[in-house]
């Protein structure tokens, strides 16, 4: 760890005023990403003990932009262990879609809180990640294409790709 993140006297470390603060957001991500509370929990443990070991490749800049890259890179990690232990293909996203249900039940269902989740949910992990730190994380295209390390133009097509999707599961049968 770097000198700048050093414990003194006591006092919470550079590392905890920087980094601690940004735990919601990074559990929040997790949670979205990875559909499970126990391993949401897991991925941000993992991600703040990751954050604490490369703490000399932070630059200093913005702490939450760089813990949600790690948390993603962590998330996409426990997602690919997931699928070697349960012994399926690991998900591709061009094979998997969102399954809409019956345009009139999906209508009606629409303000209910529970089925834009489980929209959200059914996205791609792609989409979904780039969807939630963009509308629950509020960050801008270009802290999403650092966290995701991707190119703005990447990101600006996914996230496109994510509200057509969801739009798609709402829009009425004409």
């Known amino acids: 760890m770097t000198k700048e993140f050093d414990v003194v006297d006591g006092a919470p470390s550079r590392f905890e ?3 601690v603060p940004h735990m919601p957001v990074v559990h929040n991500l997790a949670r979205h990403l990875l559909r499970n509370e126990d391993d949401a929990q897991d991925a941000v ?3 703040y003990l990751r954050a604490m070991r ?3 490749s932070f630059d200093g800049g913005n702490a939450r ?3 949600l890259t790690i948390v993603r890179n962590t998330c996409l990690t426990f997602l690919r262990r997931r699928a070697t232990r349960a012994g399926m293909p690991p998900f591709d996203e061009r ?3 969102v399954q809409c249900g019956n345009a009139e039940r999906a209508l009606l269902e629409v303000e209910d809180v529970t089925l834009l989740r489980r929209r959200i949910t059914s996205l791609p992990a792609g ?3 780039v969807l939630i730190m963009r509308e629950f994380q509020q960050l801008t295209y270009e802290q999403i294409a650092l966290a995701a390390r991707v190119p703005v133009g990447t990101v600006m097509s996914r996230l496109a790709r994510a509200r057509q999707q969801l739009r798609r599961c709402y829009r009425p049968a004409i």
Do not use: K, N, V, Y
């Open 95 to 97: 094979i998997h879609g």
């Open 45 to 47: 443990q993992e991600t």
């Open 127 to 129: 989409l979904r990640g």
């Open 54 to 56: 490369f703490a000399d």
């Open 65 to 67: 932009g760089w813990l």
């Open 17 to 19: 005023e920087l980094m």
